[in-house]
């Protein structure tokens, strides 16, 4: 540990980043450092002559094509109708975006002051555009599935007039000039913003500890946490502010608030959805989506704002028809892999969290899937290769902060991304090459089956304040493959249990599916 601390202190010397001595004991004290040595031990134990991951353009697997159905609602969260519901009554006008923000807008502050859930809420910017699109609605003038519909979104990406703060301290007067496209697009589909929501400072973390704002507390247990970094989004979801909300996913951060909220999160494939205009915590491996109340729900906001954008060269694809992959719950020719060991020999979740798994796998099986057991060691080897290039890409934007403002940054932020200069440059290259060869290992796996199924998160919602581990999570951002996190039941005391799906890259359409079957 000594040499890793003075090899850290002698990089941050060189980068001219002031850190005290506190800095490093709390580095310490927090286990920033503890998988070095294994990020070390993986990398040594894969070649060292390929193409790294950003040249390795045939590391991308094929795709197979797999059926594609379509959607009605599933059963509303906590008794909250969902946007498959509310859209038709909407559109019939039984239902008025008035009266639906005012509702929205009342539970807010019904709830703000136990949980936390936003940074900014738009109270008569939300009034004003509830009575256009109630105009709009009733002149014929009728958008689809969102217009009228609550949401909010994650305070890191960009709302035109409003400040940007991405949890920080440092960006707290940043104000937006023009709306992120992920934003825009939900305009275009007509849904009314009601506001921006809580979250980790710079979305690195997987709890909801926030040292400038406080943490969110679950709508399930006060007492515990509701999972980061996207923890706003999710409560309010959950907790009936709104019928679904964006957020960004660098290791898991839609999918774990997701997972300990009871709630859907998903994560599409890296490229799918534009990231312009949101704050950068890695720029391979962020991902924004949305989180909503049921899967049809998810594919209806993804269908809103999926596709290539100029403003983000990531974006690669046109999009499909989301919503058509929802319609009769059927999972008849997906072959699901339900996960065995992921390398590391240990149990992959608690008890109560397994049984959900694998009830999860049964209904899969159930609803037509043929279902095989598979172990898959190379997890284990992306749970250690994805939090080193995060680590290495946050510390390049955050440099010139880190020289400028270190005090700014709360504790633990500060010192999880100075332990990321405990890395040289050349780490960095050997784990995008280690990344390569995972991914085309794992792309040969999915030739065999089209649906992987494991925990979202290794155990229930942690106490207030305490961060969720990536474990599950983390290795398909690692990868960019789309995932989902669905409910799957509630403990013995009543909190929330989940099951993560995973499919190959682009074919949501398959993997919302099979999530449909498995949750209808």
């Known amino acids: 540990m000594t040499d890793m601390i003075n090899r850290l202190r002698t990089n941050l010397r060189a980068a001219g980043i002031p850190a005290t001595e506190s800095d490093f004991a709390g580095i310490v004290e927090k286990g920033f450092l503890n998988r070095v040595a294994d990020v070390e031990r993986v990398i040594a134990s894969l070649p060292s002559d390929n193409l790294p991951d950003y040249l390795d353009s045939g590391s991308l697997p094929v795709p197979v094509e797999t ?279 240990k149990p992959l979740a608690d008890a109560e969290t397994l049984a959900a798994v694998r009830r999860g796998a049964e209904a899969l099986r159930a609803a037509g899937a043929t279902l095989v057991e598979i172990d898959i060691p190379e997890i284990a080897m992306l749970q250690v290769i994805n939090p080193v290039i995060l680590a290495i890409e946050a510390a390049a934007f955050h440099t010139p902060n880190l020289r400028a403002r270190l005090d700014d940054y709360g504790e633990f932020m500060r010192q999880r991304i100075l332990a990321a200069f405990v890395y040289g440059p050349a780490t960095f290259v050997a784990a995008q090459q280690a990344r390569a060869t995972l991914r085309r290992r794992m792309a040969a796996i999915f030739q065999q089956i089209d649906i992987l199924a494991l925990p979202s998160v290794p155990g229930l919602a942690p106490p207030l304040g305490v961060p969720t581990p990536t474990t599950f999570t983390g290795p398909f951002n690692c990868l960019g493959w789309p995932a989902i996190s669905i409910p799957a039941g509630s403990s013995a005391d009543g909190m929330p249990l989940s099951l993560q799906l995973v499919a190959r890259p682009w074919e949501e359409p398959a993997l919302l599916r099979a999530a449909f079957a498995t949750s209808a």
């Open 67 to 345: 059926p594609r159905w379509g959607g009605s609602s599933q059963t509303p969260h906590r008794g909250v109708s969902t946007i498959a519901d509310i859209a038709a009554q909407i559109r019939a006008r039984t239902v008025s975006p008035v009266e639906l923000v005012e509702h929205a807008l009342a539970r807010i502050a019904e709830r703000s002051a136990q949980l936390n859930a936003f940074q900014l809420v738009l109270i008569e910017q939300a009034r004003a555009d509830a009575r256009a699109a109630e105009v709009a609605i009733a002149a014929g003038a009728y958008l689809g599935p969102l217009h009228g519909v609550p949401v909010a979104v994650k305070d890191l990406l960009d709302l035109a007039g409003t400040p940007t703060t991405a949890g920080s301290k440092i960006l707290a007067t940043s104000i937006a000039s023009q709306d992120a496209t992920g934003v825009a697009r939900l305009r275009q589909a007509g849904a009314v913003i009601i506001g921006k929501t809580r979250m980790s400072e710079f979305a690195y973390s997987p709890g909801s500890n926030n040292a400038h704002y406080g943490p969110t507390a679950n709508p399930h247990n006060l007492e515990r946490d509701s999972g980061g970094s996207s923890s706003g989004s999710a409560v309010a979801v959950a907790d009936g502010m709104v019928f679904a909300a964006l957020g960004s996913d660098t290791g898991g951060s839609i999918r774990i608030p997701a997972a300990q909220c009871g709630i859907v999160g998903l994560k599409p494939t890296h490229g799918r959805v534009s990231l312009a205009g949101a704050v950068t915590l890695s720029w391979s491996l962020d991902h924004l989506g949305p989180l909503t109340r049921s899967v049809a729900d998810a594919a209806i906001m993804l269908e809103a704002i999926a596709g290539p954008d100029p403003r983000d060269g990531r974006t690669l694809r046109p999009a499909p028809a989301f919503r058509a992959a929802t319609l009769d719950g059927s999972a008849r020719g997906l072959r699901a892999g339900l996960l065995g060991d992921d390398g590391t020999g």
